[in-house]
């Protein structure tokens, strides 16, 4: 485990550190530092396809990598950082094509974790950073998590993330209209972001329309252990034969995923959950859907928990 000293060296030096977030852990380089963004795609196994988000310690930082900062930016900044929400604008030449998958758009974040936020401010650059773990796995939410995922990383410890799924992730493109678009379902709600934007001539478009973030794969999240949704229901006993009956596959032992009623618990636990799990002696977990689930506050953790699974009943 490192101190704030050791992981500015490594950073500076051109090397890769894990870093905690309220969200997950991410897997952090300098963006002044081309091989080592080049070591996160390489270490993380992920398509080069897939843009990284810039982190950030203060608005005015954010604003040194952007083309524009209109009002509709510094609005949602200034209510949502630091805090669990990306916002993809338009970026300047400060940022390389490497970070963003040649996409003339930078995703930017100021992170909610004072040891993070202490990190960017000693440096005096920002960190870009996926989460830290392997492409299309369950991501960390504690220390021990990216140590078992990315052995090979050294890890600035900042305890267990308080949030536990990834950012809200927004894009805003300015034309001839203002187009606000949802990306990425987080614990920052959709509603929330059009409530912060009511007073503004903006044209909002919810992710549903197709054009998703890239990298927003349909298999992602995934544990160790095959994840079956249970949307109908279905009597534990009879698990095994509805997935031989629809799948052919045979599972015998089945683990139940379960998790806090409260949508701000569940998103905490979910990922810690679905690694315990993994480590049971079944052959797979399987998680109940409720009626309550299909509330706003659920979308992001429903979210991640679908794509995170392999078999649907
Ligand atoms: O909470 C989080 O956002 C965490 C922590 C570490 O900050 N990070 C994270 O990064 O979830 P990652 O790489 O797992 O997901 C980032 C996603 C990409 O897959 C991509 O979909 C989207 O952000 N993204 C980044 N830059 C983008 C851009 N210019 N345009 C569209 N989408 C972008
Ligand atoms: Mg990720």
């Not at 081309?34 to 993380?44: L, M, N």
């Not at 100021?110 to 870009?128: C, D, E, F, M, W």
């Not at 015998?252 to 905490?268: D, G, H, P, Q, T």
Request: aromatic fraction near 8%; proline fraction near 5%.
């Amino acid at each position: 485990m490192l101190t704030e000293d050791q992981a500015a060296l490594l950073l500076e030096q051109s090397d890769v550190v894990a870093i905690p977030t309220e969200t997950v852990y991410g897997l952090a380089a300098r963006i002044d530092r081309p091989e080592a963004i080049e070591k996160i795609f390489r270490i993380k196994e992920r398509p080069s396809f897939d843009p990284l988000i810039v982190h950030v310690s203060s608005i005015e930082q954010a604003k040194l990598y952007a083309n524009e900062w209109t009002e509709i930016h510094q609005k949602l900044a200034s209510q949502f950082w630091p805090g669990p929400l990306t916002l993809v604008v338009s970026k300047n030449d400060k940022v390389s094509t490497v970070i963003t998958s040649g996409l003339d758009s930078v995703g930017l974040r100021y992170p909610q974790h004072l040891l993070t936020l202490s990190l960017i401010n000693k440096i005096g650059v920002p960190l870009a950073a996926p989460s830290a773990n392997k492409f299309g796995k369950t991501s960390p939410t504690t220390a021990q998590h990216v140590k078992e995922s990315l052995p090979e990383v050294e890890i600035l410890d900042g305890g267990d993330c308080k949030v536990g799924i990834e950012s809200t992730i927004v894009s805003i493109q300015n034309g001839s209209s203002v187009k606000v678009q949802l990306l990425r379902p987080g614990m920052i709600q959709w509603t929330q972001i059009k409530e912060a934007l009511s007073g503004f001539q903006v044209e909002f478009i919810d992710s549903n329309k197709k054009i998703m973030a890239p990298g927003n794969l349909e298999d992602h999240y995934m544990p160790e252990l095959p994840l079956v949704l249970v949307e109908t229901q279905v009597a534990k006993s009879e698990l095994k034969f509805k997935i031989k009956e629809i799948y052919k596959k045979e599972f015998n032992n089945f683990v139940e995923l379960i998790l806090s009623k409260e949508a701000v618990i569940a998103a905490r636990e979910l990922y810690a959950q679905l690694r315990k799990l993994s480590q049971s002696q079944s052959d797979a977990i399987y998680f109940q859907v409720e009626e309550y689930m299909k509330n706003e506050d659920w979308l992001p953790i429903m979210d991640r928990i679908t794509k995170a699974s392999t078999f649907k009943i």
